[in-house]
């Protein structure tokens, strides 16, 4: 079974701070890499993904890839107390479609 | 709006009961996807389906079954419903018409208890 790993947390960042959450990934035919919010309770959200080695920012988040390390990363500038949730990194199956989630890292940002 | 919906939301049901949960897309969307959800283990692939006549298992298929009635529609049944199958069930969908990418989009789930 292919592996997405996640440090659990809980990730605790003062408001206002730069939260940094990362994932490694242990297939090396993924093509496809997203970063999806879920809140208590609630469904996966969402809120990026990334194709191509480097950087891809949209708003306060930013997305960064690096194949030849296996590695994605979530980082969100400017943290809300809204921005308090799980977040999942997902990779697709080899050159398919289906996605390989990781476990979440649960962040807390503090007033 | 374009959206996915599960029923039921919640669902208490015995052990050895039969039971299904349905999941509708009007995303006009290909691929959809069933998931379940479970404290400390993730999210764990059921069963997908990239077109009508398509149906794939996943990591976790044994005990479940599916149906893809049409597009828009995809169905898990639990023939013989067990207590460790309790958790939250997720739908997805994926992919337009021709799409290479494979953004997927979550239905609001489905709460099942089996006591």
């Known amino acids: 079974q292919k592996e997405v790993e996640q440090n659990s947390g809980p990730l605790s960042v003062p408001e206002g701070a730069i939260a940094s959450l990362n994932c490694t990934y242990s297939d090396r035919g993924s093509q496809s890499f997203f970063w999806y919010r879920q809140y208590s309770g609630k469904s996966p959200e969402l809120i990026m993904s990334i194709y191509s080695n480097g950087d891809k920012e949209d708003g306060r988040f930013t997305a960064q890839l690096n194949k030849a390390s296996q590695y994605v990363s979530l980082l969100i500038r400017d943290s809300q107390p809204s921005d308090s949730a799980t977040y999942l990194c997902?990779?697709?199956?080899?050159?398919?479609?289906?996605?390989?989630f990781g476990k979440g890292t649960s962040l807390l940002v503090t007033p | 709006d374009a959206d996915v919906t599960q029923t039921p939301r919640n669902r208490i049901t015995k052990t050895g009961k039969r039971i299904m949960l349905e999941c509708s897309q009007t995303k006009g969307h290909d691929r959809m996807y069933w998931y379940r959800q479970d404290p400390g283990l993730g999210l764990r692939l059921i069963y997908y389906?990239?077109?009508?006549?398509?149906?794939n298992k996943g990591e976790i298929s044994d005990g479940y079954s599916v149906s893809r009635q049409a597009q828009a529609k995809f169905s898990l049944s639990l023939e013989s419903a067990i207590p460790n199958q309790t958790a939250l069930y997720f739908c997805?969908?994926?992919?337009?018409?021709?799409?290479?990418?494979?953004?997927?989009?979550f239905g609001p789930g489905t709460r099942l208890t089996v006591l």
């Open positions: 389906s990239f077109d009508v006549k398509d149906i």
């Open positions: 997805a969908t994926s992919g337009g018409i021709g799409s290479r990418y494979n953004e997927q989009f």
């Open positions: 997902a990779v697709n199956i080899g050159a398919g479609y289906a996605l390989n």
